[in-house]
C-alpha cells in the first residue's frame, strides 16, 4: 500500500526528488490510462528519468513498485476507485493544493504523451479532458477569489479524476469484434 500524500512529500523531499509526489503519480496515470504497460524495471527507470534523480534507493523503489500497483489498480477497478494524489486541506493550503493539481495535470499529459499511444483520430471526450488537463496544468491559485478557492479546487479535483477515468476507459476497451468469454450460470 502506498502512503498517503503527506508520507510520500516526506520521502520524495528525503531523496532530493525533483517532481512532486502529484507530478510523478500523474505521468504513470496518464502512460497507463492511454493503455501502455511497464515492466517493473522500466517504469523505475521512467520514475527516476522524471524524479531527475541519479539512482533510486531501495526504499523509494519499493514505494514506486506499490504505486504503480495501486495507480494500475484504481483505474481498473469497476467501483472507479481511481485518485489523483493530492494533498488535502489538513496537509497543504489552497495554494499548494491548486499547485499540486496542476502539477498532477502536466505530469497525466506528460505520461499520455510518453507512451506514444495517441495517434489517429482521438475521440472527442478524450480530446475535450485533455484540454481541460492543459488548462489545470496551467492554474494558479491567485486566480481564485479564496471564498471559492476551497469548493473550485474540489471540482478540479474531481473533475481531474473522472478525465482519467474517460481517457483509460476510452484505451482500454476490448478490440472490436472480440471475443467475449461466455458466463456459465
Known sequence: MVSEYPDLADQWDTCGCYQSPSALQGWLTGYLASGARLTTSRWLEE?????ELDELPTDLQTTL???YDQVLAGLQAEDMAYEPLLPDDEEADIIEQIDCLAQW???FLDGIGASGKLTGSIDSDVME??????AF???E???IADA??????????EH???????????FNKSAPGAQVPEVLH
Open 47 to 51: 520514475a527516476m528519468d522524471y524524479l
Open 65 to 67: 513498485s506499490a504505486l
Open 105 to 107: 495535470s502536466k505530469g
Open 129 to 134: 479532458v485533455l484540454r481541460d488537463l492543459d
Open 137 to 139: 496544468s496551467q492554474a
Open 141 to 143: 491559485a491567485g486566480e
Open 148 to 157: 471559492e478557492a476551497g469548493t473550485l479546487y474540489l471540482e478540479l479535483a
Open 160 to 170: 481531474a479524476r473522472v478525465a482519467a477515468l474517460t481517457v483509460f476507459y476510452a
